[in-house]
């Protein structure tokens, strides 16, 4: 009985919009994290090869943490999927005059902007976690001394200077974030709205809240890039 009703409810309609608000939350709160994480580029190699260092170190949590994450990928995207091709199944023929004024381009192009943010997501794995892009700026190391002792480490700091050093990628990464913003920015309070928390009181700031968190977290990813390129980071 619980499986089928739960079968039921993702199946609907309702359902799918649960799922993606859902899986959507846990993305935004890994996004936060990745921010947080990559921000201690700007207090220097030491910190930022530290805490990679550390994550290096934690492969449970980091496996259990990419497990979680693809799981919600895979039921974020096919849901948002699911739900476009429903509306599209619903009402085959446009509008005959465009009845979306007061909707955003953002929550218009959710499906779009957020197809975008998944190759870019691919292109990240690639670049930085897999090292496929660019093999000689991964396989970079610090040498550090312990207990008397030299030891080696990835030099992530270095990876990064490297990468970003590149105008070509420097931008790609500034343009993807800023799609990343321009999807969060609808993102964040149509999840609050899809979860219940719909009060017309609150709706104004809710929407004001998420623009501005989506506006802080595209700047945070995109300072870096920019930063390189200046020479504020090397």
């Not at 396989?139 to 001394?145: D, S």
Request: with cysteine.
């Amino acid at each position: 009985m619980g499986t089928r009703w739960l079968a039921n409810f993702l199946g609907s309609s309702i359902g799918s919009k649960v799922t993606v608000a859902v899986s959507g939350l846990v993305l935004f709160g890994f996004v936060l994290g990745h921010l947080a994480g990559n921000l201690l580029v700007f207090r220097g190699k030491g910190a930022l090869n530290d805490y990679a260092e550390f994550l290096a170190h934690q492969p449970g949590l980091v496996w259990t943490v990419r497990a979680v994450l693809l799981v919600a990928l895979l039921a974020h995207v096919s849901m948002a999927i699911r739900l476009q091709l429903r509306n599209r199944a619903a009402r085959p023929q446009p509008y005959a005059r465009n009845a979306t004024v007061q909707a955003s381009l953002a929550s218009r192009q959710m499906l779009l902007s957020g197809l975008l943010v998944l190759a870019y997501i691919v292109y990240h794995l690639l670049h930085f976690t897999v090292g496929a892009t660019d093999h000689a700026a991964f396989e970079q190391v610090e040498q550090v001394v312990r207990n008397g002792a030299t030891v080696q480490r990835h030099d992530v700091y270095r990876m990064v200077v490297t990468g970003f050093g590149h105008v070509p990628v420097a931008a790609a990464y500034v343009v993807a974030n800023a799609l990343l913003a321009w999807h969060l920015s609808h993102g964040v309070s149509s999840l609050f709205q899809t979860l219940g928390i719909d009060d017309p009181r609150y709706l104004s700031w809710i929407r004001r809240g998420g623009i501005g968190l989506a506006a802080v977290i595209g700047a945070g990813f995109i300072s870096i890039p920019l930063c390189v390129q200046l020479g504020l980071i090397a």
